[in-house]
Every structure is written in structure tokens, then in C-alpha cells.
């Protein structure tokens, strides 16, 4: 079945500095890809999204690239703020799993000033 | 972008009680909608998918009779959570799926039950 494996947490890190978050995914069909950010108490907000091979996705200055050669989508951003804390997750959906979203374990961020 | 609301947002109810949420689609149709629950510092488990005029599928180990479903219609699905006791305390989430370009789901912020 599909699955998603993202770098545990937690991690931490100062305001400025590269944020990378692995993410890889095990998938039967050709998925579309997704990462999600979840702020304390609120829902998920999508941060981004890839539908097929070597599509970027990229929003608020994250960006992660779809890679079916190695089944990656790792998630990147050049300079932090203490505003990107929250959790973020790793996802795909599959048309034949009827676009049930596969989530990974989530990544705490914890950007200090 | 597309939004989802759900209402209400915390809730607190005696053991026993029912307790209805509601999860709407604010500025597109869904034909499906999922629920979710969320345990502290963990990630989301999927209770069920709502497709709008026929019965809910549920995920295995969910109880059907404890967590009703209904969606009646493109822009609204309910969970009502029957004879809820402590251990139904969770945050539950709904999504709503998009369909179109990139079939994406979009989430509403969550309601936050407390069950005494």
C-alpha cells in the first residue's frame, strides 16, 4: 500500500538558517504529492503541492520538487523565521486509494529567534 | 483559495451526550469529505471518508454506530459523536476534496472535544 516516510523531529533551528525536511514515499499508482503545515490548535494548511515528475512546488519560500527516481519530495526553505514553527506533514493521494491522503509522522519545527 | 470551516470549534459535554459537528465547504463543492482524528503530537488518522448522498465508508476499528456520518450536501457533512465518554476526547478534523486540477483537500481548523 502507499506510504510516506518524513526525517523525524524534532528539529531546531535560528532564525535565518536552512530548513530541509526529508520526505519519501512508497506508492502503487502515480501519486500527487503534498506538504502540509499544522500550526498549535489549528488545522492543516496546505503549503504546498506536485501533481507529476520533476514539478516544483513552492509557496511562502518553501519549495520541494517531486523526484519519482528516488520517490522524494523533500521540503526546503533558504532562510527561516521564528513564524515557520508549526508541524509539517508529508502526504500523497492516489486516484485508485480514491484520494485518501497517505500521511507521514510530521516534523516538529522549532525556529528560535 | 478554497476554505473550510467547521463549527464548533471547542466543545465540552458530559458523558453520555451526543455531540454534532459540522464541516462545511465554504466556496466549492465536495462531493467527499473525510474525517479525521488527531492524538497529542501525533499525526492524522483517518475515521472515514463522506461522499455527499450515500453512506460513509468507515476506516477498519472505527465504530459506525459511535460516529455518524451524514452529508447531505455538496458543501456540508456532520459527525455526530454518540454516547461520547472521555476517551472520545480528541481533536477532529474534516477535509473537503477539490475536485478538479489537482484534487487536493483542503481542512477545516479543527474542533477540539472534551468529554467529562
Known amino acids: 500500500g502507499d506510504s510516506v516516510t518524513q526525517m523525524e523531529g524534532p528539529v531546531t533551528l535560528s532564525e535565518e538558517a536552512f530548513l530541509t525536511i526529508n520526505c519519501t514515499y512508497t506508492?502503487?499508482?502515480?501519486?500527487?504529492l503534498f506538504w502540509y503545515v499544522q500550526y498549535p490548535g489549528e488545522g492543516l494548511q496546505l503549503l504546498l503541492k506536485a501533481t507529476k515528475a520533476d514539478d516544483k512546488g513552492s509557496n511562502k519560500g518553501f519549495e520541494a520538487t517531486y523526484r519519482k527516481e528516488t520517490t522524494s519530495f523533500h521540503l526546503e526553505k533558504g532562510s527561516v523565521q521564528v513564524s515557520d514553527s508549526a508541524v509539517y506533514f508529508c502526504a500523497l493521494s492516489d486516484r485508485s486509494n480514491d484520494y485518501k491522503l497517505s500521511f507521514g509522522a510530521g516534523t516538529t519545527v522549532t525556529v528560535r529567534a | 483559495g478554497a476554505v473550510v470551516s467547521q463549527h464548533p470549534s471547542r466543545v465540552i459535554c458530559k458523558s453520555g451526550t451526543s455531540v454534532k459537528i459540522e464541516c462545511r465547504s465554504l466556496?466549492?463543492?465536495?462531493?467527499?469529505m473525510f474525517w479525521y482524528r488527531q492524538f497529542p503530537k501525533q499525526s492524522l488518522m483517518l475515521m472515514a471518508t463522506?461522499?455527499?448522498?450515500?453512506?460513509?465508508?468507515?476506516e477498519q476499528g472505527v465504530e459506525k454506530d459511535k460516529f455518524l456520518i451524514n452529508h447531505a450536501s455538496l458543501t456540508l457533512s456532520t459527525l455526530t459523536v454518540t454516547s461520547a465518554h472521555p476517551e472520545d476526547s480528541s481533536f477532529y478534523i474534516c477535509?473537503?476534496?477539490?475536485?478538479?486540477?489537482?484534487?487536493?483537500?483542503?481542512f477545516g481548523p479543527g474542533t477540539r472535544l472534551t468529554v467529562l
Open positions: 477535509s473537503a476534496l477539490e475536485m478538479g486540477a489537482l484534487d487536493t483537500q483542503y
Open positions: 466556496d466549492f463543492q465536495a462531493t467527499t
Open positions: 463522506s461522499n455527499e448522498g450515500s453512506k460513509a465508508t468507515y
Open positions: 506508492a502503487t499508482g502515480y501519486p500527487s
